[in-house]
């Protein structure tokens, strides 16, 4: 069955998304065959395994928590079942842990493991129905268990043997005489003749005898041939199971047998039903007993509840308290770590000297540069001076020019 299923999920067919319901189905069975419900179930008080519980799909409802321990709990078990020691989960163990012990195991028995161990992590899918598989395998293989092909037992029809005379004919026999060959058929009697002849009988005038017919056959031959030809004129009907008649005597025979057994059952569930009424009684007066010796237990408890609900409330409300406060410190711790970044950056910046050279450098160059501006403002002032004394001896030229006296007209002017 497991190799069917392994051979299904290689081919990677249609079914291969279905393939882990078939696995899950057939894990059941192996658990099942070894006994686990006494041997897990009970010891842990757990409630049994659904039919498709490990499978992983939408339509499922699913507990990861819930069943990653059951996987665990059952991977153990078939462990040990198997021959190997294994010590047993807890609730609380660390995960990564447990499953990779897990495939340990599982590689030791010589089965290849090529997945990731996550996949075992959410409790249920197709790799964690292998794993229980080929764990259940290993351990039914210790017990000796093996799966074997069922026998199915050959039926056998037995055939209605209907006795009949000789003597008698049957309607079969009836439907066969009718189709019959044609050689045949000057043996038997013309119908279209005999209407013909009694209509041409009708037709003429009746006439009647003389005398009194008297029969000239012997009365012993007469006598044989009645013997000869009366077994062959009864007619016997074979019975017909869609027949109506039939079911309503079957019916009548199933009343009357209905009315004879349960004559004979009504005294026995008489008989069951009183026992059962004073066992009743009897578990009806043993629980008030009981009730009344427990009652100052019950009282107790019950008083235990309640304190249990009021310790139960004011941890919540503490621990309300206390998750506020951390928030609160978490705050805090960040407002801090921030006041002594900024105090590293400004004790980093105040001891260090690297600003000061630089201020220095600048006012080297800015000193280097006023210089060569100066340098820059004398030439030009002495370029301007140049332009203008250029400019004014120009002028004054000009001037110079323009005064000089003209000469004296002659009188032949």
């Known amino acids: 069955m497991a190799d069917d299923g392994r051979r299904g999920e290689e081919d990677g067919g249609p079914g291969a998304a279905h393939h882990a319901f078939v696995v899950m189905e057939v894990l059941l ?4 065959v070894l006994n686990y419900e006494e ?11 659904s039919r498709h519980y490990f499978v992983s799909s939408p339509y499922l409802a699913s507990n990861p928590g819930e069943q990653f321990f059951m996987f665990t709990v059952i991977a153990a078990w078939l462990i040990n079942e198997a021959g190997r020691p294994f010590t047993e989960p807890q609730e609380y163990d660390e995960p990564n842990a447990t499953v990779s012990n897990i495939l340990a195991e599982l590689r030791a028995f010589g089965v290849k493991v090529d997945f990731p161990p996550s996949k075992l992590k959410s409790g249920s899918g197709e790799h964690v129905c292998l794993v229980l598989d ?29 006795m009949e005379d000789d003597a008698e004919l049957t309607l079969s026999k009836v439907e066969e005489e009718m189709i019959e060959p044609d050689d ?3 043996n038997v009697m013309d119908l279209e003749a005999l209407k013909l002849r009694t209509t041409h009988t009708e037709a003429e005038p009746s006439s009647k005898p003389d005398d009194i017919l008297e029969s000239t056959v012997d009365a012993s031959e ?6 000869r030809v009366l077994p062959q004129l009864k007619v016997t009907i074979r019975t017909d199971n869609k027949d109506w008649r039939i079911h309503v005597d079957q019916m009548h025979q ?22 059962i009424g004073k066992t009743l009684e009897k578990v009806s007066s043993r629980e008030k007993y009981i009730n009344n010796q427990l009652e100052h237990l019950i009282q107790e408890y019950r008083s235990a509840q309640a304190k249990l609900s009021e310790s139960k409330e004011r941890y919540q409300q503490a621990s309300g308290g206390v998750t506020e406060r951390t928030r609160v410190l978490a705050e805090i711790s960040e407002e801090l770590e921030k006041v002594k970044q900024e105090m590293e950056e400004k004790g980093s ?5 690297a600003p000061v050279v630089k201020i220095k450098q600048s006012l080297n160059k800015l000193k280097q540069e006023i210089l060569q501006m100066d340098v820059r403002i004398g030439v030009v002032e002495h370029t301007l001076l140049q332009a203008k004394l250029k400019e004014k001896s120009n002028m004054t030229r000009d001037m110079h020019a323009t005064n000089i006296p003209e000469p004296a007209a002659g009188p032949f002017s």
């Open 29 to 32: 069975e192996k658990l099942k």
């Open 39 to 49: 041997e897990v179930l009970m010891k842990h008080n757990m409630k049994n395994l």
């Open 134 to 162: 080929r764990l259940a395998e290993e351990a039914l293989r210790r017990k000796g268990f093996s799966f074997r092909r069922p026998n199915y037992p050959t039926e056998t029809t037995e055939e209605e043997s209907v």
């Open 184 to 186: 045949e058929e000057e």
């Open 222 to 227: 007469w006598n044989l041939e009645v013997e």
């Open 254 to 275: 199933h009343r009357d047998g209905i009315k004879s057994s349960l004559k004979e059952a009504k005294s026995y569930l008489d008989k069951l039903q009183e026992d």
């Open 349 to 353: 910046s105040m001891s260090d000297g």
